[in-house]
């Protein structure tokens, strides 16, 4: 034999046993965006690099060292698996013009790719689940998301597995007077700064205080706050998203050490937290995007988003003991004999036209062995066809759940039979 081939590194299969979590999780998502108005937007797993090197910023954790950049050989362009989602949806938005009569509100799901230390909760295919409101600059929208993603967690049965913080980075202006008085307070105390800090001081010095290094914590702690550098604008529109929280009810902390990891963000900031899944516990990130439109080549046009990844959130389901059964068929076909396998056949298509789930027996094999499967698969019903039952084109019903006497049936009767079983589970 020769040596197996293996998934690459932090890529996951999603086997059988665990699709049912997901297609649940998925369902219940899309009656949610359904409820908001949202509309769905697929984008390609590819861009071109220069996407999210302009999106994201040159100096994040993403664009330095998680990206997966190839050259592609046919024609030597720089492509990239996209490591987001916001990136590409706003490509495309502008692409297609999709503002010209007014705002849209958007969603994607799918794959994202991140060059990552695989552990718990941290994968390099992930999925995520992202939610756009392009064209819109009140906070109004702010609002909205944060009303969604709270009534989300409640159809998800998380509800009080998470909490939210929030903060704001402001406008340009207030950034800017902020990043100068950040830059001369770590320049006093460089050498106190780890590497990435060192690096970042004059590129990036807002993402100093994004920084999980308990040596440089307390530094973190005391330096200038954004909060107070902000205008009126910025200190109105957070007020608005407060005033909105405490309308609905939610409670939330602000969290002045909250940036994010991308550039592209100012004004509100949030995420979803849960302390249940250790280290890796942001279940759900966003915030306001309003520069991000015009950097991409597209006339300005104010946006907030934020996407959840989706393993992080089935994995808090799992946490909280819920559980998903893969669907049962109706029925499982068990057959014995070259006549009794052709009719067999006729008799699950047949069935499956009376709109039943039949799991024909495949690969051969004793009754005794087949009713072991027919068993095993969670059908209600075995349907027994030997030579004798293939000659007279009837079948023999076996309930396998419940209890009842096998009886034996024409086709015919034997789909009015399941179909009258299938909607009422009782009988
Ligand atoms: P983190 O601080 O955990 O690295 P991030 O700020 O890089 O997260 P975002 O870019 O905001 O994450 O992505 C939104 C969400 O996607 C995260 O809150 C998280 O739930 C999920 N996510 C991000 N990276 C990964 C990953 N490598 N594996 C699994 N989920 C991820
Ligand atoms: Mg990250």
Known sequence: MSQAIRAVRGMNDILPAEAPLWTHFESVVRDWLAAYGYRELRTPILEHTGLFKRAIGEVTDIVEKEMYTFVDELNGESLTLRPEGTASGVRAVIEHNLLFDGGKRLWYMGPMFRHERPQKGRYRQFHQVGVEALGFAGPDLDVEHLLMTARLWKRLGLAHHVRLEINTLGGAASRARHRD????????????????????????????????????????????????????????????????LEDAGIAYRINPR??????????????????????????????RYDGLVEQLGGKPAPACGFAMGVERLLALLAETGQTFAEPAPDAYIVNVGEAAGRFAQRAAETLRDAGLAVVLHGGGGSFKSQMKKADASGARHALIIGEDEAVAGELSIKPLRGGGEQRRVALDAAAMLLQAASTNPET
């Not at 700064?193 to 100093?208: C, G, H, T, V, W």
């Not at 940036?259 to 995420?271: A, C, I, K």
Request: overall charge negative.
């Open 258 to 287: 909250l940036v994010r990891g991308l550039d592209y963000y100012n004004y509100t900031v949030f995420e979803w937290i849960t302390d249940c899944l250790g280290a890796q516990g942001t279940v759900c990130a966003g915030g």
């Open 181 to 244: 008085k950040l830059i001369a307070y770590f320049e006093t105390r460089r050498e106190q700064l780890d590497e990435d800090a060192q690096r970042r001081l004059y590129s990036n010095p807002l993402r100093i205080l994004d920084s999980k290094n308990p040596a440089m914590r307390e530094m973190v702690e005391a330096a200038p706050k954004l909060m107070d550098e902000l205008d009126e604008d910025a200190l109105n529109h957070f007020a608005a998203v407060r005033q909105g």
